[in-house]
């Protein structure tokens, strides 16, 4: 006898969806396995290694046996390291007990909801969002509010948007800034607008994901917890995977209210403790260092963004903008919305991006799983010579694409 799985497992697994960015590299990585040879731009990961001197840092903790327990919100010097790059660069000011240290950005998003949604609590989440942020708001039992924007406006959403859908079950506002999958970056005009939406409320925690800092190509970037009448509305989440390309090293941090970073800290130590020990000791190092691997891959992102909307503009009815920061580009392909080369027929953005997997070897991601169904994500964390082979299967492919 065997135990029965939609039994055992709870409505809310079972109601939860499978993050497609992973289903989809998990999908160009069997094909290849199938001696296809499949460019993958599925992924957001930077494909630079980390820094030579952020592995040494770790090497030398693991030499002096830096391999124990460390405090549930992280150590204290990486705390200490926290704070003064928040004052120094985002003008953000807090005492390192405001710091809570998890294992990736995506835990430090999920401590928060799960440390202030209740039951039927509403979060609104800017669209398009990054695919788990209305995953882990449903996981949390609350329930996403999507207000969405879309190409013409550079999938920024307005104020005014955001003011039409607070009702009084609203208790968090979720966006990124650079955004997944957009690119998009929120101006400090901008930003100001929903802060004082935000802050004529009251009663709306803001949480900022601000992971692609590093890859923004407007010169400066913008934190709204900066605002006077945002610091106690505001958690800013970061952390070190892209800007410094630790992936694998999982390690995110949020500064917030004291309130909520005991919450976190609470939750946390409940579920996962602290992150890895020598992996604290290198980041510390990481956020005292001068930011010249950053820089120096940001403008290696911009010069491939550049590069691959020129490409992308030779496809016959693909709409795309040009987004101001991450490594990203989202276009619009309803063009090619009911469609058909004989063999695949497309109906919709999920179809896109299977047919490009499949009849192109190109993996990307239908937009339906960032809230927008126009559209795919297509990340340029490539070398250029895949990333020119790539669009160029693209457009091969579709050219033997006609209406039916």
């Known amino acids: 006898m065997s135990i029965n799985p939609s039994?055992?497992?709870s409505v809310k697994v079972q109601a939860m969806e499978e993050s497609a960015t992973i289903r989809m590299a998990q999908k160009s990585r069997d094909l290849a396995s199938k001696g296809v040879n499949v460019i993958s731009l599925s992924l957001g990961e930077p494909d630079f290694d980390t820094p030579e001197f952020i592995k040494e840092a770790a090497h030398q903790a693991l030499k002096k046996g830096n391999t124990k327990y460390t405090p549930v919100p992280g150590t204290l010097d990486l705390r200490k390291a926290i704070c003064d790059k928040f004052k120094t660069e985002n003008n953000l000011h807090f005492e390192p007990s405001q710091i809570v240290v998890s294992n990736g950005a995506k835990q430090s998003i999920a401590n928060i909801c799960l440390a202030t949604l209740d039951e039927g609590d509403e979060a609104i989440v800017l669209a398009p969002y990054w695919v788990s942020y209305v995953e882990i708001v449903k996981f949390s039992g609350g329930i996403p509010v999507v207000v969405s924007a879309g190409i013409e406006d550079d999938f920024k959403v307005k104020a005014s948007q955001i003011k039409?859908?607070?009702t009084e079950k609203t208790k968090l506002l979720i966006f990124s800034s650079p955004c997944n999958p957009t690119?998009?970056?929120?101006?400090?005009?901008?930003?100001?607008?929903?802060a004082e939406v935000v802050a004529e409320n009251g009663n709306i925690l803001v949480v900022s994901d601000e992971i692609y800092e590093y890859i923004n190509f407007t010169g400066k970037h913008a934190s709204i917890g900066a605002f006077d009448s945002m610091r106690t509305l505001t958690a800013t989440v970061n952390g070190f995977s892209k800007g410094f390309s630790m992936t694998g090293w999982r390690l995110g941090y949020m500064g917030g209210p004291q309130w909520l970073a005991d919450a976190c800290n609470k939750v946390q130590g409940q579920i996962t403790s602290g992150a890895a020990s020598f992996s604290q000791e290198a980041a510390a190092v990481a956020l005292r260092s001068e930011r010249t691997e950053a820089l120096a891959m940001r403008d290696t992102f911009l010069t491939r963004r550049d590069l691959v909307i020129s490409k992308l503009k030779e496809i016959p009815g693909f709409k795309v903008n040009q987004p101001q920061g991450a490594f990203y580009l989202f276009p619009d392909?309803?063009?090619?919305?009911?469609?058909?080369?004989?063999?695949?027929?497309?109906?919709?953005?999920?179809d896109f991006a299977e047919a490009m997997l499949t009849e192109a070897h190109v993996g990307t991601v239908s937009g339906s799983a960032f809230g927008n169904d126009q559209c795919i994500r297509l990340s340029y964390a490539a070398a250029d010579e895949d990333l020119i082979e790539a669009v160029s299967r693209i457009k091969n492919c579709l050219?033997?694409?006609?209406?039916?």
Request: zero cysteines.
């Open 7 to 9: 039994k055992m497992l």
């Open 164 to 166: 039409e859908a607070i």
């Open 183 to 194: 690119g998009s970056v929120y101006t400090h005009d901008e930003l100001a607008e929903i």
């Open 333 to 350: 392909v309803s063009h090619y919305f009911g469609t058909s080369n004989g063999n695949v027929t497309i109906h919709n953005a999920d």
């Open 399 to 404: 050219e033997k694409f006609s209406h039916i």
